[in-house]
Structure formats: C-alpha cells, structure tokens
Nanobody, 125 residues
C-alpha cells in the first residue's frame, strides 16, 4: 500500500524559510506526478507545485509561489522536497503531499490518488 508522509512544517517568521519533505513508502520514481497542495482555514485545497516524471523531470508552480518555492525529487531517498523561501502570512496552511501514477498532469486535487496526512506551516508577522 502506498503511503506518503510529510515532515518539516512549523512556525516561522515572515521572510523566513522552511523545507518540507514527503517520504513515500514505494519508489518515488514510480509516480508520474508528485505534488504539493495546501489548504488554509476556510479555503479550498489549492495546488502549490509539482514535479513531473520524464527523461528529465519537469516542474510546475502556482503563480503565487513561483520564484519563492522550489520542488525537487530524490529517487534514491524516495522523497520529494519543497523548499519555501520568502514566506508570508498568506502561505500559512496545512501542506499536503500527493501523487498520481497515470501519465497526465492536473492541478485539481481530485486528480490525485495518494495523499499524506499534511503538515502545518504557520508564518507569523
């Protein structure tokens, strides 16, 4: 059974950085897409970033995090990381790792089969 587990969340001041990690029970390389989503209180879950399998992995980012967040995959460690810099209060949310195996990329959370439990990120002013 595939399991995803996030770590690295916490409390950080605005302008600071955090690095989230998603560990997979299976081979990370077997997933076509591994993505990060987030959900703030009272809001819908939204796409943040994804890494897409290919001869060379490609990455996709939401406009709100482009230039500040970096997603990367380490197949040897079966992890996908999200480096978050220049954090603001608007980044406060529960962050989820998600994965899908089929060869299509979507930003909708409904398209992802496997999910972690989430990790809280709180940015204080």
């Amino acid at each position: 059974q595939v399991q995803l587990a996030e770590s690295g969340g916490g409390l950080v001041q605005a302008g600071g950085s955090l690095r989230l990690s998603c560990a997979t029970s299976g081979r990370t390389s077997s997933f076509y897409v591994v993505g990060w989503f987030r959900q703030a209180p009272g809001k819908e879950r939204e796409f943040v970033a994804a890494v897409i399998k290919g001869s060379t992995d490609s990455t996709v980012y939401a406009d709100s995090v482009k230039g500040r967040f970096t997603i990367s995959r380490d197949n040897a460690k079966n992890t996908v990381s999200l480096q978050m810099n220049s954090l603001s209060r608007e980044d406060t949310a529960v962050y989820y790792c998600a994965a899908r195996m089929t060869h299509d990329f979507y930003v909708s959370p409904n398209a992802y089969t496997f999910w972690g439990q989430g990790t809280q990120v709180t940015v204080s002013s």
